[in-house]
């Protein structure tokens, strides 16, 4: 049977009854009504308060007519759930107080069951769930294991992850059994999500890019291939996202995800034939086309959309997350040219 969801659809490679199209970070601070909610509360009180995360996932739905929803989370309250602290310091983005710099700090991290460890999300995804009631599909996500071990090694964002990249170089033991723990919490995650009613489940590799492809072949893939073969039983699709990866394209396609979310700086036709062509593909505007005017917005999609029209399972998506200063107007531009744009 074919979904009467169109983003459903397409995620199986077949044909939706519209182009389907949603963004990542399509909740957040470009939306006054965000802005309003988040002036009162912390990001992380929004996350732990399950009535204020189902509140703010809906927000965009309200504004927009989007394909998907994406359940307001973070990739690092896992992390901090499995014990390492987590602050997000104005000017700074995230910080955890208490890097991994040792086998004996991997040790230290629990694993519990997802609904145990992050009870907020889970209930925050029933809520939005009960609220769609089946009109808009519900996308779960976690951050993919080398993602989460960039900012647990770290200690929090940084430019290409050098600290992390040495610590995997010189102890590939203890790099091995942490991200041995991160992917069966990861992937735990996604199954509880899934339970809780999400109907696809998107890992967010943000950091990939900054390895060599021998290197994410050796330190990264397994691990995150076990990710993923645990989330698709659960049937719904699985999407992976990634950045800066157009030169291992070879190697991620071993990965066996449904659907590949592909940043800007890759030619989408050219990606879609190394993914392998048969598997279902999301992206890749640009997201600073957002910045600018009806007119060059309508321009840019109209190019992506027609590079695409003969292909199946395509989802249309920006290349990274939306930026704070887009208009919200831009939004709305976008949304409805994609629409009416792929009917003629
Ligand atoms: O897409 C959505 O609408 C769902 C919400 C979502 C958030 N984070 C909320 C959030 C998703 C999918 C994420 C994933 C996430 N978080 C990633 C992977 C995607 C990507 O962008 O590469 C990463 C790397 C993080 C870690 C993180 N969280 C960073 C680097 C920051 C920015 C810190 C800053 O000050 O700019 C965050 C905070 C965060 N997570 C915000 C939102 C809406 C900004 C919140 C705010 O301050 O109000």
């Known amino acids: 049977m074919i979904s009467k969801h169109p983003f459903i659809a ?8 519209r182009q389907p199209i949603w963004l990542m970070r399509q909740a957040g601070r470009y939306q006054k009504v965000y802005r309003e909610l988040r002036a009162k509360h912390t990001i992380l009180e929004m996350i732990k308060a399950p009535e204020l995360a189902a509140e703010v996932t809906l927000q965009p739905l309200r504004a927009f007519d989007l394909d ?8 690092l309250t896992l992390p901090e759930a499995m014990g390492l602290p ?4 104005k000017g700074e983005g995230p910080v955890i107080s208490a890097p991994i710099r040792s086998i004996a700090d991997v040790k230290k991290l629990r694993v519990r069951p997802a609904e145990e460890a992050l009870p907020f999300t889970i209930e925050a995804i029933k809520m939005v769930c009960r609220e769609l009631n089946d009109r808009i599909p519900l996308i779960g996500f976690s951050g993919a294991p080398f993602t989460l071990a960039c900012y647990a090694v770290e200690g929090g964002s940084s430019r290409e992850y050098d600290l992390t990249r040495a610590f995997m170089f010189r102890e590939p033991k203890a790099w091995h059994a942490l991200m041995k723990k991160l992917a069966g919490a990861v992937g735990d995650y996604l199954l509880a999500q899934a339970r809780a009613g999400a109907q696809a489940l998107q890992i967010f590799d943000s950091w990939a890019g900054s390895l060599a492809p021998a290197d994410y072949r050796e330190y990264v893939l397994p691990h995150t291939q076990r990710v ?4 698709k039983q659960t049937k719904v699709p699985v999407i992976y996202f990634s950045t800066r990866t157009g030169a291992m394209l070879n190697v991620v396609r071993e990965l ?3 659907v590949y979310g592909l940043d800007w700086r890759v030619d989408i036709n050219d990606a879609w034939k ?9 992206g890749n ?3 600073t086309v957002l910045l600018t005017t009806p007119k060059t917005i309508r321009e840019h999609a109209a190019r992506l959309l027609d590079s695409v029209k003969d292909k199946r399972g395509y989802i249309f998506n920006i290349g990274h997350g939306v930026i704070k200063e887009t208009p919200e107007e831009n939004v709305k531009v976008l949304v409805d040219f994609v629409h009416k744009y792929a009917a003629q």
């Open 10 to 17: 397409a995620c199986n490679r077949q044909k939706p009854s």
């Open 68 to 75: 998907a929803g994406i359940i307001f989370a973070d990739i």
């Open 86 to 89: 987590l602050e997000f310091v």
């Open 228 to 231: 993923i073969a645990i989330a």
């Open 256 to 258: 066996g995800a449904d």
């Open 274 to 282: 190394q993914l392998g062509g048969k598997i279902a593909v999301q």
């Open 285 to 287: 505007l640009d997201p």
